[in-house]
């Protein structure tokens, strides 16, 4: 699942490919960029923003842009060796390929695919929050951001990007369990969300530079999370049986014993 550390890693694997290089030829498969020809255009850097892919390029001119893309739940961009067989995806889920001297980069359902000038990236990406692995890491803005509406859930507060830049459904389970915190819990009753912001942190950046997803410590297959995707299975921690359940636009998955509902919250039913 793209949350901000498979983006951070997508950002980097750009980057190893194509910073510094001349674009050679590009090729745009959605209609906004049809047109689009980057050739003769030279990577300066690529980087990310909380789940939020700027590709920065220096234009023939001497202008500097920004290739913004968001991975959403299936996106992805795979760099490959010149000549080397392109096994990422389906070849009808591309939606761009950049081709410089040493490697060629594929765009595979991208979406919000846009060319914008460097000055002007807070347009796309302006609204974020503090980005949980970005330079400007800034905890005590992301904890007032997180608290602005106490009555929100806390299970969607925490995926609310203008608060956390970063967090994903994934890390939103995983935290809240091991805060032991319902939920469905209002913002406003969270006892500790610092505590909450960091364990956020720092789970994200434990995972920063690999590709499989831990909140256990555990990198063996079936045994990467607590609660998440578990749905059915007995809690690792008490044996009660993970429920799953839609809050807000997503679901959520959590233990009811581990994170007992808060008597302020709404029902999960
Ligand atoms: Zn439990």
Known sequence: MPEGDTVWNTARVLHRAL???RITDSDFR????????????????????????????????????TLHSHLRMDGAWRAYAPGERWSGRPAHLIRVVLRSPGAVAVGYHLHELAL????????????????????????AEAVRRLGADPEQTIGEALLDQRALAGVGNLYK????????????????????????????????????GRWTQSSTGSLHRGQTSYVYGRRAQPCRRCGTTIRKQELGERVTYWCPVCQPEHPDAPSPG
Do not use: I, Y
């Not at 389970?173 to 956020?200: I, K, N, Q, Y």
């Open 116 to 139: 914008v000038p460097t000055a002007e990236e807070d347009r796309l990406v302006g609204h974020l929050g503090p980005d949980l692995l970005g330079p400007d890491w800034d905890p």
């Open 173 to 208: 389970c995983e935290v809240l369990f091991l805060r032991g915190v319902s939920p469905w819990t209002p913002v406003g009753a969270v006892p500790d969300l610092t505590g909450m912001v960091s364990l956020a942190q720092r789970l994200l950046a434990a995972n920063r």
């Open 30 to 65: 959605v209609p906004q960029l049809a047109t689009t020809d980057l050739t003769g255009w030279t990577v300066r850097e690529s980087a990310s923003r909380g789940k939020h892919l700027l590709l920065r390029l220096t234009a023939p001119d001497g202008a500097d842009w």
């Open 19 to 21: 910073a510094g290089s």
